[in-house]
């Protein structure tokens, strides 16, 4: 393959993709009117309680990795062959990345629990601001009836 019909080819997916993407705001209707968004927008506590509780979940599954991981490293390390000594650098590598992800995802849990809960809370009064306003400024009946 050429690398023009490459290059051609790319540019197709790219603005495939471009055109295929869009971004909608909270703010916008979802018809393009503007205002309020749609249902399909709304905070909910159990999709983030389940998504901290899936990222606990991969937390385990490191460790389990690690362990493995570190158990396949006993009788690697021979003494002045090269390639054990590349090995044992690249699991130490390994073993440093896994040990950042494993607390990154351990640091997550609790954020997300907590946006979830700020989420809910602020849309919750949000509401209650606009049904007390609402309850406080009605509409006046139609000039001339309905």
Do not use: H
Request: charged content about 20%; hydrophobic content about 35%; glycine content about 14%.
């Amino acid at each position: 393959m050429s690398s023009t019909s490459f290059d051609a080819e790319w540019a197709g997916l790219k603005e495939g993709t471009a055109a295929a993407t869009q971004m909608r705001l909270a703010s916008a209707a979802p018809d393009g009117g503007g205002g309020g968004g749609g249902e399909d927008l709304k905070s909910d506590q159990a999709v983030w309680n389940k998504a901290s509780n899936d990222v606990g979940q991969l937390v385990s599954g490191i460790k389990k990795a690690q362990t493995e991981f570190e158990a396949g490293q006993k009788g690697a390390a021979v003494s002045g062959v090269d390639s054990a000594a590349a090995q044992s650098e690249l699991y130490q590598s390994w073993k440093t990345y896994l040990d950042g992800l494993s607390g990154k995802c351990s640091a997550l849990q609790g954020p997300m629990v907590q946006a979830g809960k700020g989420q809910v809370a602020n849309d919750d009064a949000l509401r209650a601001d606009f049904t007390r306003m609402n309850d406080q400024y009605k509409d006046t009946p139609a000039t001339g009836g309905r």
